[in-house]
């Protein structure tokens, strides 16, 4: 999934990306931390600007347990949401 939205950014030429988490049930707390290395292998770079919205609020959780991860062990510029209002605000509001 993320080698498509890295591939569709440079298409494009944007590197804002929002994104839903469609995911029926909360991600393994390894996936969390493994994600940072998913980011890397696909070419998300500190370039990039991501809002991930949670679908369900059950997701939250683990969601910010990555974004926690990402932020701490990269300069990835990321941030979970819980609605897609609030990320559409803070992509649209990049420097």
């Not at 890397?40 to 939250?60: D, F, M, N």
């Not at 062990?73 to 649209?92: H, N, P």
Request: hydrophobic fraction near 40%; charge should be negative; aromatic fraction near 6%.
């Amino acid at each position: 999934m993320w080698e498509e939205i890295v591939a569709a950014s440079k298409e494009n030429n944007c590197r804002c990306i929002l994104g839903i988490s469609n995911l029926q049930e909360p991600m393994p707390t390894m996936d969390a931390y493994d994600h940072l290395s998913i980011f890397q292998s696909v070419g998300v770079t500190e370039k990039h600007r991501i809002a991930w919205v949670a679908g369900k609020p059950a997701l939250l959780e683990k969601l910010r347990l990555a974004e926690t991860v990402l932020r701490n062990r990269a300069s990835i510029d990321i941030q979970i949401f819980e609605s897609v209002t609030d990320a559409k605000r803070w992509l649209e509001n990049t420097d």
